[in-house]
């Protein structure tokens, strides 16, 4: 009996692995096609292939790479969005400018109707003795309304004996007048207006054609 349970704890003992013995029993983790073709080898053996090193450094290349490309990627849409914010600003600040600047247009555009008709009554009025009075009358309102149209900024189109200009006039009817050269306003049928630097009213002329 004593010799049967000697020889079972010899055997026990032969089956039990020693720490070493298991850890050599692990593969090592490279997988390169070298090792792969060779024999596997354990933790104990060194892997001179250094396959781990190489992958691991392409990544974190790889990861650099990409990281860059976002990165200017993210600065060139923050640089075109300060851009398009300052672009924003100026058209804003511009709206602003000119709706303070020709507020008053509409009303203008009225003041110059009155103005028309008080040059067409001052023309049709003969002056006599009797109607003297009343033409310094007019004469004196006209002065006065076109005084107060140039403090705002009312200036009168220069047209008549002026090569005619399509951002200025406005072309009604053509003259064939040999004395004067072509494309030249003869007559200025109703004055056209500026309101500072906009044309507010294209003056009606009449031009010459020699054609």
């Known amino acids: 009996m004593k010799k049967k349970a000697l020889e079972k704890d010899t055997e026990q003992m032969e089956n039990i692995n020693t720490p070493e013995e298991k850890n050599n029993d692990k593969k090592h983790s490279c997988h ?10 354990t933790n104990n053996e060194k892997c001179n292939c250094k396959d781990n090193d190489k992958k691991t450094l392409e990544e974190l290349k790889a990861t650099v790479l990409k990281l860059n490309e976002e990165k200017e990627e ?3 849409k923050l640089m075109y969005s300060k851009a398009e914010l300052v672009n924003y600003r100026k058209r804003k600040d511009e709206e602003t400018q000119n709706m303070l600047k020709f507020a008053n247009q509409d009303l203008i555009m009225e003041l110059l109707v009155v103005l028309d008709n008080f040059e067409r009554a001052m023309a049709s009025m003969k002056v006599t003795d009797e109607t003297s009075k009343v033409m310094e009358g007019i ?19 220069e047209a ?6 399509s951002n200025y006039h406005e072309a009604v009817m053509t003259a064939n007048d040999k004395e004067k050269d072509n494309e030249i306003v003869v007559n200025v049928l109703l004055k056209g207006y500026m309101l500072k630097n906009r044309v507010i009213r294209a003056a009606k002329v009449v031009v010459n054609n020699l054609d």
């Open 32 to 41: 390169c096609e070298k090792c792969n073709n060779n024999e596997a080898k």
């Open 74 to 76: 993210l600065e060139n």
């Open 139 to 157: 004469q004196m309102i006209y002065n006065h309304l076109n005084e107060t149209l140039k403090n705002f900024g009312v200036t009168e189109i």
């Open 160 to 165: 008549k004996d002026k090569p005619f200009d």
